[in-house]
């Protein structure tokens, strides 16, 4: 069954960089159909799509973060990552990292979520 | 910003029959897109539970049900347990805003 796990520090400064990496164990991060993705949850945006990416290298952010955000993937180490640039208090938030089904939008797997406060 | 509107909460005594409404828009539910519905419990990361409108991941009880008409998603829960108090979310696709989720709707069960 494959899993995700998100790594990445738990307090980040306002101003800087939030940097989270998701490791894919038990499947491959190449396979075909799947996006892979980030969605971070708090109480007062509840839950928010991040961005997602193939294992090509293409990427689909949310308009409305897109200017501070880049996603990345590494096949050889089986890993995608997350960059959100000049974060403020309103960037506080638990991150799940996510397999999303291509054409189709679910999330089918989920990570454990990552919680990140901004401080 | 919230795409799907769904209500704060929803109740119901076991075994009774609840549903959860979803409104979306043109761009969204309307505009053709499946609907998906998740299930979290305290705590926990959300689960799948309703995929393409209609249909259960293996796994998930016969008694979730998922629909849609116009603009307007359904999950309907028959039978109600104990164990399916929870907050229930659903999703789609917005032609202008990619992935979006509802607002959550929590089940109490009486």
């Known amino acids: 069954q494959l899993q995700l796990q998100e790594a990445g520090p738990g307090l980040v400064k306002p101003s800087q960089t939030l940097s989270l990496t998701c490791s894919v164990s038990g499947g491959s991060i190449s396979s075909e159909n799947y996006y892979w993705s980030w969605i971070r949850q708090s109480p007062e945006r509840g839950l928010e799509w991040i961005a997602y990416i193939y294992n090509t290298g293409a990427t689909y952010y949310n308009p409305s973060l897109k200017s501070r955000v880049v996603m990345s993937v590494d096949t050889s180490k089986e890993e995608f990552s997350l960059k959100l640039s000049s974060v403020t208090a309103a960037d506080t938030a638990l991150y799940y990292c996510?397999?999303?089904?291509?054409?189709?939008?679910?999330?089918?797997?989920w990570g454990r979520g990552t919680t990140v406060t901004v401080s | 910003q919230f795409v799907l509107a769904q209500p704060p909460s929803v109740s119901g005594a076991p075994g009774q029959r609840v549903t959860i409404s979803c409104t979306g828009s043109t761009s969204n539910i309307g505009g053709g897109y499946d609907v998906h519905w998740y299930q979290q419990l305290p705590g926990m990361a959300p689960k799948l539970l309703i995929y393409?409108?209609?249909f259960r991941p293996s796994g998930v009880p016969d008694r979730f049900s998922g629909s849609k008409s116009g603009t307007l998603a359904s999950l309907a829960i028959t039978g109600l347990q104990a164990q399916d108090e929870a907050i229930y979310y659903c999703?789609?696709?917005?032609?202008?805003?990619?992935?979006?989720f509802g607002t959550g709707t929590k089940v109490t069960v009486l």
């Open positions: 393409e409108t209609k």
């Open positions: 996510a397999r999303v089904r291509m054409a189709y939008y679910y999330v089918d797997i």
């Open positions: 999703q789609s696709y917005d032609s202008s805003l990619k992935v979006v």
